[in-house]
């Protein structure tokens, strides 16, 4: 159900709220009948719920945000050559304003749109327009509250919890790019002037955890255990409940105690303890819950663990399962099926849009490790005598998710015939130095590619990504396993020690890694790894990488540890190689290779200025208080 409110724009807050009122006119414009008064919109639960049902439709899909969607921004991607258009691509050049539709971001990014857009298109909505809008319409419902007159104490809450949680998410959401902003707890009226002053990133984020907490206390943990969710039982699993608050909640704190955002609020490189105290104890409650059976999530099993991000032959069942926790809107098969699984295919033979994505090797070669817990040596051509590490087998005895994700050279892509003898070949991916899977245009830059997004079989002769088999792909915004890594940052940095547990949940920052580790089939991590916080904080960021690669974390996660500007992370390499031997189809990891070498595709040349992203210059033109990022 849809209520439309005459007065839902009185005003606007930002010129990204400016310049989407006149866009919004339309949705305003609606006849007679379609408009209702205040007293009616917020009177009974079921009308209520529908003025909050569109919130939801302000989180964008970020896998989803155009006909080719560019997310991954840290060092961990690479586009092919056709990509130039991109906002990676130019994220690595250091044009940080390409975030912004005015410099070209509206065909790929989806941190910007032309407007608050909050209909079915998810190729048209944007973070910072929906954001504001998303906060101004969450302010008036909670301002509408006391018109909720007809509704149980349960219904109250509800309404109440979704509101609080909307504004909190859209501040965080936009605080973690672009530093310290307002907090919009009103809806602003338009004939007064602005004054609201930028505030630091610290106050802005007790702001957010004021909504979330009181979130947390209101919302339940499952809807359909609610009699108000009953009306829709089956169906509550992306309605916002407690898990959610609690979940962003912990991440708040934990992103306002890291280094760089414990920087821009006081001036101190280093985590903030306290800050991370409230992260661990937070995210303790979470997983008291979890592990004490009180919720419906649970980390999928490792068959399962790449459903987490598609599902294919299940009639358009949503990716996730039991381990997604906070999910856009999904809203037509045919968006997901035939968009992002081309980008993000593990070969280049498709149809369409030339661009695609890849894993760099720099990112495979000091993240994806050996079975055995180690990792790679730092020069990949030398043998390693401690890890078992074989320069000429390189793909023998590698962490299971190793094999989930990357696909490397002479794995089999495609699974059925190719009717084309020419393509006889491209069965294999052929990601040596001068093979097919290295073609210029669409090809591997870096000698790998990637299968956790879309399965092998997305390709022009298996075609998973025909309406026939539906398969559907979507990247949660935060899941389960996310929640374990960041309760092990939060009570390592917070409790300054490896073997301390938070005040909420017993599990210590090594045992919580464990968990994500055993799920995989991988062992503990080893022992030469917990001999201090420092150490075992780098293994950490290691395990983060492998876990949650390719997940659109990366780049947030280098900002904010102070990591961007430095190397290795401030370069992209290729893994070039020839073929030795005879070639093994059945097992790839059999394969000999020689005359290896890493090479450099860019190097990002950052400084310190890169930690934020620039602000609309429209923007901070519109009053003094609202100031520009340093160094843009």
């Not at 293994?539 to 492998?546: D, G």
Request: hydrophobic share 35%; glycine share 8%; charged share 20%.
């Amino acid at each position: 159900m849809k209520i439309y409110i005459k007065s839902i724009l009185r005003g606007s807050f930002l010129a990204g709220m400016l310049l989407f009122i006149s866009s919004c006119e339309d949705y305003l414009e609606r006849t007679p009948e379609a408009v209702v008064s205040e007293e009616l919109a917020f009177q009974n639960f079921i009308n209520f719920q529908g003025y909050v049902e569109e919130l939801y439709h302000c989180v964008p899909n970020f896998t989803l945000s155009n006909w080719v969607s560019s997310f991954n921004w840290g060092e961990d991607e690479i586009e092919s050559t056709a990509g130039t258009f991109t906002t990676g691509y130019h994220f690595d050049r250091g044009n940080f304003w390409r975030w912004q539709v005015a410099n070209g971001a509206g065909s790929n990014g989806f941190l910007d749109a032309n407007s608050a857009n909050t209909n079915r298109d998810h190729k048209n909505k944007g973070l910072w327009p929906l954001a504001w809008y998303g906060i101004r319409k969450a302010n008036i419902g909670l301002e509408n509250l006391s018109r909720l007159v007809d509704a149980t104490d349960e219904e109250r809450q509800l309404i109440e919890g979704q509101l609080l949680f909307f504004r909190a998410w859209f501040h965080f959401s936009l605080i973690q790019y672009f530093g310290g902003l307002p907090y919009v707890d009103q809806a602003l009226p338009s004939d007064q002037q602005l004054t609201l002053a930028r505030l630091n990133y610290h106050q802005s984020a007790e702001r957010v955890a004021e909504d979330l907490e009181r979130a947390a206390e209101l919302l339940p943990i499952n809807w359909d255990n609610t009699v108000a969710g009953r009306r829709t039982l089956g169906k509550n699993q992306q309605r916002i409940n407690k898990i959610m608050a609690l979940g962003y909640l912990g991440k708040n704190y934990l992103y306002a105690g890291s280094p760089l955002m414990n920087s821009e609020s006081t001036g101190s490189r280093s985590y903030n303890t306290d800050y991370c105290k409230k992260a661990a104890d937070t995210f303790g409650r979470l997983l008291q819950l979890v592990e004490g059976g009180e919720t419906q999530y649970a980390l999928l099993p490792f068959d399962r663990y790449l459903t987490n991000f598609h599902t294919m032959g299940q009639n358009w069942a949503l990716p996730g399962g039991t381990e997604a926790i906070f999910r856009s809107p999904y809203y037509s098969a045919n968006d997901s099926h035939w968009r992002i699984s081309k980008q993000y295919k593990p070969t280049f033979m498709d149809e369409g849009d030339p661009t695609n994505f890849y894993p760099t090797a720099n990112y495979v070669h000091a993240n994806f490790g050996m079975a055995n817990g180690l990792p790679l040596p730092v020069d990949v051509t030398q043998a390693d005598p401690e890890s078992g590490y074989d320069p000429h087998y390189p793909w023998k005895g590698r962490d299971p998710r190793f094999y989930a994700v990357i696909v490397y050279d002479g794995v089999k892509v495609v699974q059925g015939s190719i009717p084309d003898p020419n393509e006889a070949a491209n069965r294999f991916a052929n990601l040596h130095r001068g093979g097919s899977y290295r073609e210029v245009v669409t090809g591997s830059l870096s000698g790998y590619a990637n299968r956790k997004i879309s399965p092998l079989t997305a390709n022009k002769y298996d075609r998973a990504y025909d309406w026939g088999s539906s398969l559907h792909l979507n990247v949660p915004y935060m899941r389960l396993a996310d929640i374990y890594l960041m309760y092990a940052e939060a009570t390592l940095m917070g409790y300054n020690s490896v073997g301390a547990t938070s005040a909420t949940f017993a599990k210590t920052p090594v045992e919580a890694v464990n968990v994500i580790r055993a799920r995989a089939g991988m062992v503990d991590v080893h022992q030469k790894f917990l001999g201090s916080v420092d150490i075992f904080l780098k293994e950490l960021i290691r395990e983060r990488a492998v876990e949650l690669a390719f997940e659109s974390h990366r780049f947030n996660d280098l900002r904010r540890w102070l990591l961007l500007t430095e190397a290795p992370y401030n370069i992209k390499t290729s893994y070039e190689f020839d073929r030795a031997g005879d070639f093994n189809a059945d097992d790839p990891t059999q394969n000999r290779i020689i005359n290896m070498s890493e090479e450099v595709i860019i190097e990002r040349n950052y400084t310190s200025k890169h930690y934020w992203l620039p602000l609309k210059l429209a923007d901070v033109m519109l009053y003094p208080e609202f100031n520009q990022n340093p160094g843009w």
